[in-house]
């Protein structure tokens, strides 16, 4: 395992930060939207990018706004490193969801589409596939949210909450980033990497947990929100690629939820 040079990009977001944390071995460079420019890039020299920016469009963004933090931040990216004399590594932070279930999905979708037609022998792109990753102090964060609401013994609205889906604590994203990034040379020169624990919850099932363990008075509203148009019923990552090169989850929703309670 050599130390290497990685460029993070949205320094300033919870998963960003966390991966950063976990790169003590490693020179890092903290890259966001303000301090961003072509030379900062090509004068670091970096021998990867974890490129983390990511609007999900729910603060009434425009489109425009969304696919510029989601498809255009990320190709001038690519635009800019593809003047580097060395060989470089893309790391993308990518979603489970498919294609079509919103906004957010869609434009990233069509970046991961754009790195797989860009990638070559001198530009590896891999796309992180991420399942409902979650922590301590995670903000915009469904499980954030319900924890809170728990705690405050307030009614809190929800779907039907039989769609299940595939939670991971933030320790374990981190580890699961610094395994490909120890065996990237491993993989092909495009690749998906689901990142997840493999095992899937109901929603119901989660939130009833929360319930239970902060010994919350809030009355959970199953039904009285409306699924979403394209709600697919399972999402579960498929971890054998990760496991292929050593790493499994460390923690259990159990365990997890605890951390974070």
């Not at 999905?105 to 590896?124: H, M, N, P, T």
Request: aromatic share 10%; proline share 2%.
């Amino acid at each position: 395992q050599k130390e290497m040079k990685i460029l993070v990009t949205g320094a300033n977001g919870y998963l960003a930060k966390h991966l950063i944390s976990s790169f003590s071995e490693h020179t890092v460079y903290s890259l966001t939207r303000e301090n961003w420019t072509k030379d900062l890039l090509l004068n670091f020299k970096p021998d990867l990018i974890v490129h983390t920016i990511a609007s999900y469009a729910r603060n009434n963004e425009t489109i425009s706004e969304t696919y510029e933090s989601n498809l255009f931040s990320g190709i001038r990216l690519l635009e800019a490193a593809s003047e580097l004399v060395t060989p470089l590594t893309f790391i993308n932070c990518g979603t489970s969801l498919v294609k079509e279930t919103n906004l957010y999905s869609i434009s990233k979708a069509q970046f991961v589409e754009f790195g797989r037609f860009i990638s070559s022998d001198r530009l590896q792109f891999i796309n992180m596939k991420l399942e409902h990753f979650y922590g301590f102090g995670a903000l915009n964060n469904f499980l954030s949210f319900i924890v809170g609401e728990c705690k405050k013994n307030i009614d809190i609205p929800l779907t039907s909450g039989y769609q299940k889906r595939d939670f991971i604590y933030i320790d374990d994203v981190c580890e699961a980033f610094n395994s490909v990034i120890n065996n990237k040379d491993e993989f092909e020169c495009f690749e998906t990497i689901d990142v997840g624990t493999g095992v899937c919850n109901s929603i119901r099932g989660v939130v009833e947990k929360i319930k239970l363990i902060t010994n919350s008075s809030s009355n959970l509203r199953f039904g009285q929100v409306p699924l979403r148009q394209n709600e697919v019923a399972e999402i579960r990552a498929d971890i054998t690629k990760l496991q292929s090169i050593g790493w499994n989850p460390r923690h259990t929703l159990d365990e997890g939820l605890l951390k974070i309670i």
